[in-house]
């Protein structure tokens, strides 16, 4: 669905929420023909019977929005179960189009679809695509457009018919709401009807609010013929009415698929031999992940070189343009070292992304759900929980979103729980910019280690939660395994720039903003006692070496401009460090330290943690704001992380402050989405509370049980 929306709509795309949920909404525009198009993706879904918030925003959408077309994408390699949701559209007064889509593999598998006859028997239009290799696209333009300006005849004749008794039923019901429905209802009244003797809680409900004093006696009604063939059939209407529709499909499929005799090999269950092998398929798997992290540093390294020093030429033309004052340094050291600090590490999230789309793309994360089934199992899960928490390698906010698939309550708030223990793409830039400054060349493996306790952390979390909190069974995981694909570039990198238009939004709002605070509130007072007249004794320092340079020659003479630049720079750097220190952030640090000593963070550490709630990208850009007084960094490494080495940080509480990273409260959007998806600010300021606390004990062991086997 996605790729055939993508096909349609290129880049021109737009993301938004449902109004009134949280649901993603997509947006695409099309010119074709001299027409202008809006394409909407609505939330994938199997049947119109809707029982989750995305099932119920797609069926509101076609029913009250009354699109001029509904295209409802099929696997012609799946045909059967695909053709349920078709039927119940067929019911709809409303124009359709039947997309047969993965027509390859239906091919491969000697699969032969009549289209011309489904056309004739449904009486919608067909249209075959591969959406993965783009063909059909232009077929299904001309195809929109032509029923856009037929005018088709409803209600359709050729649909489900549903036995003597059960036709009756719906044609009585059908009769009795026109007669007592004084204001009109916004469905089609015989769909109406159906609903109601299948007992739809949302129906019922649209009846009672639009159906006046009549909505009462409608439904008492459909409750009394619910009843009469309950007991004629003694079995519940729906499951009958379900029975109907798929013999009417078994009908069709008889009409219009032919299978060859011809032997085929089906690739999707040869790779799965490996792939999902109960001994290969983990350590496959664990070995993916962490080729994504190796590849998200080892090539991300090149690009985020080339920004840095970018954004080293832009600071520095900044300053010598701007004259000196608190404008210049709000620019240089406020604007430029804040969001400069986070934009270097873009290409490292863009890898990120591109890597979790090829998974998508490919089919492969249906099957990391299908292996970590026997994982999830520990913590009184199931497999389909994982899909939530790997997206939280993303981001945590539509992760936790993504648990409205989960049917059981307990189930649901403890993945909720969870996710946050998943590193989303916002903390990479710690990690990235600590284990490059002081694990070198094992920056990746270092990285992978970090998200790994992740997942073992989330492991041992969620069988605590399950066995004290949340008891209860663990519900039963059955989940479609889709055949692999060969992903798009194009689908590919829509994906991906669709997750990293988010990370650039925050760089020009929240980071910005962010980092402005920081710097005021480390540059402000402005007018502060230091322990020494600096100005001073770098005048003393100068006039001193002026005369011993001017009277020195050759190899001499830059020896000592060489010693008086770095004397000089010590005497600043020593001077910034301490109008930070004595500043109101400096304050706030130091009020803070005695708590994050223990774990071998210091008090600007501890700061750029705190100001982490906002949002976890803004600890990097704090970072670059605090440690900008030590940033004469040697030649062969970058400003911030000279920095960093020259403040006391070792390689241990480098690894600490990670881990707390990794762990701590999550980022304010991510609390407002468990409190929103709880509907419950008790699990919000649960999950900020065991965090935290968490957090700090595992970097307190970490740290103290390395500085006891000597490793700091």
């Known amino acids: 669905k996605s790729t055939i929306f993508n096909n349609l709509t290129g880049t021109r795309q737009k993301v938004g929420n449902w109004p009134g949920v949280t649901v993603e909404k997509k947006e695409g525009h099309l010119t074709a023909d001299g027409y202008h198009l809006t394409i909407v993706d609505l939330p994938g879904t199997y049947s119109l019977t809707a029982y989750s918030l995305e099932e119920i925003v797609a069926r509101n959408f076609i029913l009250e929005e009354k699109p001029d077309v509904v295209i409802d994408i099929l696997d012609c390699s799946n045909l059967e179960r695909n053709l349920y949701l078709a039927t119940q559209l067929n019911e709809l007064d409303t124009k359709v189009i039947f997309v047969l889509n993965m ?11 009549d289209g011309d006859k489904l056309s004739e028997l449904l009486d919608v239009p067909v249209v075959f695509t591969v959406g993965n290799k783009g063909k059909g696209t232009r077929e299904l333009i001309k195809a929109i457009i032509s029923a856009t300006e037929s005018h088709t005849e409803f209600p359709r004749t050729r649909r489900v018919y549903y036995g003597r008794e059960i036709e009756k039923a719906i044609n009585e019901l059908t009769e009795f709401i026109k007669a007592n429905n004084s204001k009109k209802l916004p469905y089609n009244i015989r769909w109406i009807a159906i609903k109601l003797l299948e007992d739809d809680r949302i129906v019922k409900e649209q009846v009672r609010k639009t159906a006046d004093s009549q909505g009462e006696a409608i439904l008492k009604q459909a409750y009394l013929k619910r009843k009469n063939l309950r007991d004629f059939f003694n079995e519940d209407p729906e499951i009958l009415m379900t029975d109907h529709r798929y013999g009417f499909i078994a009908g069709i499929i008889k009409e219009v698929i032919r299978r ?7 690739v999707s269950r040869q790779i799965d031999l490996v792939l999902t092998n109960r001994l290969l398929g983990l350590p496959i798997f664990v070995f993916f992940i962490w080729a994504m992290f190796q590849l998200t540093f080892s090539l991300g390294s090149y690009p985020v070189g080339w920004i840095d020093a970018g954004m080293g030429w832009l600071g520095q033309t900044a300053s010598e343009i701007i004259p000196d004052g608190p404008l210049a340094d709000l620019i240089v050291d406020g604007v430029i070292a804040g969001v400069g600090s986070v934009a270097i590490f873009m290409p490292n999230i ?55 698939t989960l049917e059981s309550e307990k189930d649901r708030i403890l993945t909720i729980l969870i996710i946050p223990l998943m590193s989303c793409s916002a903390r990479l830039p710690v990690y990235i910019l600590l284990a490059g400054t002081f694990f070198g060349a094992s920056a990746g493996n270092v990285i992978f280690s970090i998200y790994a306790l992740g ?48 990370f650039l939004r925050k760089m020009g709002g929240i980071i910005l903003i962010g980092s402005v605070t920081v710097w005021f509130l480390s540059t402000f007072p402005r007018q502060v006692q230091l322990s020494k007249d600096y100005d001073s004794e770098i005048a ?64 600007r550490g501890s700061v750029a943690l705190l100001s982490g709630f906002v949002a976890k990208e803004i600890v990097v850009s704090t970072m670059g704001v605090l440690y900008a007084g030590e940033a004469e960094a040697d030649e062969e490494s970058n400003a911030l992380k000279g920095a960093l080495k020259k403040s006391g940080m070792t390689h241990l509480s480098a690894y600490a402050m990670m881990t707390f990273v990794l762990i701590y409260v999550p980022c304010i959007a991510t609390v407002a989405a468990i409190k929103h998806e709880t509907n419950s600010w008790k699990w919000a300021l649960f999950s900020i509370t065991y965090s935290t606390a968490l957090a700090w004990l595992v970097a307190f062991v970490i740290y103290q049980g390395g500085k006891a086997f000597g490793l700091a």
């Open 103 to 113: 027509a390859d593999i239906a091919e491969e598998r000697g699969i032969e679809i």
């Open 260 to 266: 060859n005799s011809k032997s085929h090999v089906d």
């Open 350 to 404: 863009l890898i990120l992304f591109f890597c979790i789309a090829v998974f998508e793309d490919t089919g492969y994360m249906a099957r990391a759900a299908f292996l970590m089934d026997k994982v999830m199992h520990l913590i009184g899960l199931h497999g389909k929980s994982f899909i939530p928490l790997l997206m939280g390698f993303g981001c945590n906010v539509p992760a936790i979103m993504a648990t409205r």
């Open 455 to 502: 997942i073992v952390l989330a492991v041992t979390m969620g069988r605590l939660f399950r066995s004290t909190i949340l008891r209860g069974k663990t519900a039963p995981f059955v989940m479609e395994l889709p055949p692999y694909r060969t992903p798009m570039l194009k689908g590919l990198l829509i994906h991906m720039w669709d997750r990293s238009k988010v």
């Open 540 to 603: 003393a320092l100068t006039a001193e070496y002026s005369s011993r340079i001017s009277a020195a020659r050759g190899d001499l003479r830059q020896k000592l401009i060489a010693e008086r630049d770095r004397i000089a720079s010590a005497f600043e750097g020593e001077k910034a460090r301490e109008k930070v220190e004595k500043s109101y952030i400096g304050r706030l640090g130091k009020a803070l330290s005695p708590v994050f000593a223990p774990i071998g963070i210091d008090w």
